[in-house]
């Protein structure tokens, strides 16, 4: 029996119609706020990949292999000198192309080749295939999309605003509740400073991540561990006890600042935050809620400033839906320096997943085939096609089984189908031009003309 | 400059929306005909793939190269075995999966794999890109999409029927001219008897498929040096040269049937053909024409009944933009036999170039951002982003310059991103509660408030 490959998956039509809706809902949302669709291809320049991602990262980027004479070649060059093959044939040679490992390196790259077609800022979204040659697990795919928009050559805070709309537009239409965690780099970057380690910045990051899953003394175990003194340990315990408190946002920024106000990264984090929740709030959300969180890192080593996270207020829990972050210079790897940008991305398997767990994918969203004629033999198939013609000019999605098959088999692909409704239509009907319709859940027939049933399906 | 790989396209905003408005025309109609989507992964085994597009398709195909250990493997397996490398080291063993090449072996492989899971005659569609190594030339890419829809399991002409149909209401809805090529294998097969040449079908076919690019005395020619005897070929001519006279389709086809009508396959290719043509003709078409063309051969090892081909009657010429035709076994390849099916090919990107070169994309449909707020400041930002949330929850398009840049900037954003209007708001719009709206085309400024203005842009 032949399969897919390890750790991709073929997508059945009910699955495919549950995506596109996914997506469709998020690609309407960020057209209606000024984003527009890119693509790139799957495959990008070895180059323009390796070095982006960490050693971790470039190990699991797929490479396309050479052909031909060039791959002749290089085995070759590498074999032939007579000695033993010693395990260092550069891959290198073997692959000068590779699929790319996420959107936003490939944006980058955009950004910077086609710099004087676009004009800036550049909002763009993008819902593509991504592949990593990732171990397999649950959740967890070899091929998956990633659905995100980005703005770069702006450093207003109105973008991080727009994002917190973004959010609230797409999980109110998805019919999720969400909260929206916010944070700010600089913070984590004053915290540091205010504990005395503004050099172990990450490790401290790294660790306070974590607070969402361990208690508080289990987070400080780690950093002693990592020889973090004691009085710094005090410190951050301290700040953390703090501002885990139940404040309102507002209380909290207070707080802060006055615990690092002394900085001035701590005073910029403070003054950016409190931008955009008063904007947002005075703005209003229909149904998000925006926390502070301050223990939020997300790939810190690449955000400057604002950091989003999205989690669902659901009782089936599946982690972070949404990322996101503002980073100071996106395109310096190619060589084009100070575009600044802000940029999100959506989840959507888990969104998927949560969304099935919940039940929340609407019946009207997610059909296929309205309407199936049953097929009695030629000449009531040559009736049943006349009235299609005109089921189809009215947008109505409807088929007629094309052979005359037994009525159980045909009634049986109706039910698998899941088609709402069926057509039968024997004798006479043919004399009275009209049709028997059936509607497949109550099992109740009724017997109409087809003008009737247009509008009954419309 | 970094850049895209050889053969491989970025594709820009504008580009993208007129892409999705084709691919979306394609899905809508696909859709009102029963078609469900469904989507493969990019990656197939190899042994998938491989031996299904004769030895200069296998060569084009993207294989991906393995990687740590069961590289090193390969890589040391077949080279200390202290010899010289022969050149022999298997391409298998550096490889074991591969970007597929069609949509069409996916295909098969998924109805095999999920055939429990299908109701039958399964109607799919599948939008996806394919790759493939070709040499990129005019046209021709690495990555290019396909847009294929084919239903499998059962026999009934009406599927071809109701591709004519597919094929009007899609080249109506795009505002192109088109015809209908039709022919039948079995009349192909038929006419190789009928000038006793019955084994020489593929080449006489091949000649003859090129009708419409050389005159019948250089095909002749063509199979004079393949060693088709003197009589056959006289016969071949004859036959040719009655069947491209100005006939109907019936009288072509009474005229088919007259020559070929002692082969019981030229019967029944002269049947079937009928049966298509009568039910489309009563049923009736849009726009399309519907014409016999009794050289049309298309990839004729693999098409067993009807062969479809369209081409657009514009004076623009791009040859064909779309394929099709019946095939008694999609599926014997992965060991499920008696699978006859029948399938259609959009052409993306020649009815791209078409539409392109024939001014034919709607303005509408293709539109990205409907209104721009120039940013004044601070203050107006606020009064600007507050209006912004009334104009979007009414659906419409519209975004805020993010920064208080120059005018002059901003006007120009407006204008390379093809935005229409421009809202302007000063203090005396922000005392009145109103908006300042040019139009960029006519220049024309208009005052009105939020709701009028609504209303303008919906």
């Not at 965690?181 to 910045?201: F, Q, T």
């Not at 020889?227 to 707080?255: I, Q, R, W």
Request: negative net charge.
């Amino acid at each position: 029996m032949p399969s897919t490959p390890k750790g991709t998956r073929d997508f059945l039509p009910d699955v495919v119609r549950k995506r596109n809706y996914i997506f469709g809902t998020i690609r309407q949302v960020f057209e209606k706020y000024g984003y527009q669709p890119i693509e790139t291809p799957a495959m990008e320049n070895l180059e323009t990949l390796t070095g982006k991602y960490g050693e971790e990262g470039d190990r699991l980027i797929f490479k396309i292999l050479q052909r031909d004479q060039k791959l002749q070649k290089a085995l070759r060059a590498a074999l032939n000198d007579g000695e033993q093959y010693d395990g260092k044939l550069p891959e290198k040679d073997l692959a000068d192309i590779a699929l790319r490992y996420d959107l936003t390196v490939p944006f980058a790259r955009f950004v910077v080749q086609h710099q004087n077609e676009l004009s800036f800022p550049f909002r763009r979204y993008q819902i593509q295939p991504v592949w990593r040659a990732d171990r397999p697990q649950k959740g967890r795919y070899r091929e998956f999309f990633q659905c995100d928009a980005d703005v770069v050559g702006t450093d207003s805070l109105r973008c991080e605003v727009e994002y917190c709309q973004i959010f609230d537009e797409v999980f109110t239409k998805l019919d999720l509740p969400v909260e929206i965690r916010l944070n700010n780099r600089k913070l984590l970057a004053a915290l540091a400073e205010y504990i005395g380690e503004k050099d172990r910045l990450v490790q401290m990051t790294i660790a306070i991540d974590k607070l969402d899953k361990m208690p508080l003394e289990k987070v400080l175990e780690d950093l002693r561990c990592q020889e973090f003194p004691e009085d710094s340990l005090e410190k951050l315990k301290s700040f953390l006890e703090v501002t885990a408190k139940d404040f309102s946002n507002g209380e909290l920024l207070d707080e802060v600042s006055r615990l690092l106000g002394e900085s001035e990264e701590g005073i910029k984090g403070v003054e950016e935050l409190r931008f955009i929740l008063e904007k947002v709030e005075s703005l209003g959300l229909d149904s998000a809620k925006v926390v502070l969180d301050l223990s939020l890192a997300r790939g810190l080593n690449y955000y400057t400033g604002a950091i989003f996270e999205v989690r669902p207020l659901t009782e089936n829990q599946v982690g972070s839906i949404c990322g996101g972050g503002r980073y100071d210079d996106l395109t310096g790897i190619f060589g084009m320096k100070g575009m600044s940008g802000v940029g999100i991305s959506f989840g959507a398997d888990r969104i998927y997943d949560l969304l099935e767990a919940e039940g929340k994918f609407p019946e009207k969203e997610t059909e296929g085939t309205k309407l199936l004629f049953v097929n009695f033999g030629e000449t009531e198939a040559d009736y049943c096609h006349e009235q299609l013609v005109k089921i189809r000019n009215a947008g109505i999605r409807a088929e007629l089984y094309p052979d005359s098959a037994k009525m159980k088999k045909q009634m049986k692909y109706a039910n698998d189908k899941q088609i709402p409704y069926v057509a039968l239509v024997g004798e006479n009907e043919m004399e009275g031009g009209t049709l028997t319709v059936k509607e497949m859940t109550s099992g109740e027939q009724l017997n109409m003309n087809v003008d009737e049933l247009i509008k009954k399906l419309s």
